[in-house]
């Protein structure tokens, strides 16, 4: 098996979009406690993956990441991108101060942007659509996952306002 498949544009486009990323969540100001970073990190990870490999491997085998068909090391680099995407969710959702019923359209723009990056990286080849899969078969898995990240992120925002007012007693 070799660790790295041909080394081309969807490569250097890859490591350019993990780099930029990254570089964001650096540079952005601290707003979300650790515990919410930590989550936003992790979850962002876990559930793009999840359904990565449940949509684009296995039976369903929908898409392919980068040249080949099986994994390799740039498939790693690729699931990194998810990281700062539920970052960017978190810490976008607390700067703007979502709430109420705006949650629903700040869902749908996520869901929007995630499409957008898929769409960007099938012209770019990072990933590759098979098997009858079409972009907007995303659309509903991207409300769902965006769904959950905001329900999940208000329940511990409550949490934490909970336990700081506790504190103050």
């Not at 098979?130 to 990240?149: A, D, E, H, R």
């Amino acid at each position: 098996m070799k660790i790295i498949g041909t080394f081309d544009m969807n490569e250097i486009a890859l490591l350019i979009f993990v780099g930029v990323t990254y570089a964001i969540m650096v540079i952005l100001p601290k707003r979300l406690s650790t515990e919410l970073t930590i989550l936003s990190l992790v979850w962002g990870f876990t559930v793009g993956v999840l359904f990565d490999f449940t949509i684009g491997g296995g039976k369903l085998d929908y898409y392919k990441v980068n040249d080949v068909n099986h994994y390799e090391l740039f498939d790693f680099i690729y699931y990194m991108l998810f990281v700062p995407f539920g970052y960017c969710f978190n810490y976008f959702y607390e700067v703007l101060r979502i709430r109420g019923a705006i949650s629903i359209f700040y869902i749908v723009v996520w869901a929007g942007i995630g499409i957008g990056a898929q769409y960007v990286f099938s012209a770019l080849h990072i990933i590759t659509l098979q098997n009858g899969f079409k972009l907007i078969y995303s659309v509903p898995i991207f409300l769902i996952i965006q769904t959950m990240t905001a329900l999940i992120y208000g329940y511990i925002k409550k949490a934490e306002q909970i336990s700081k007012a506790d504190g103050e007693n």
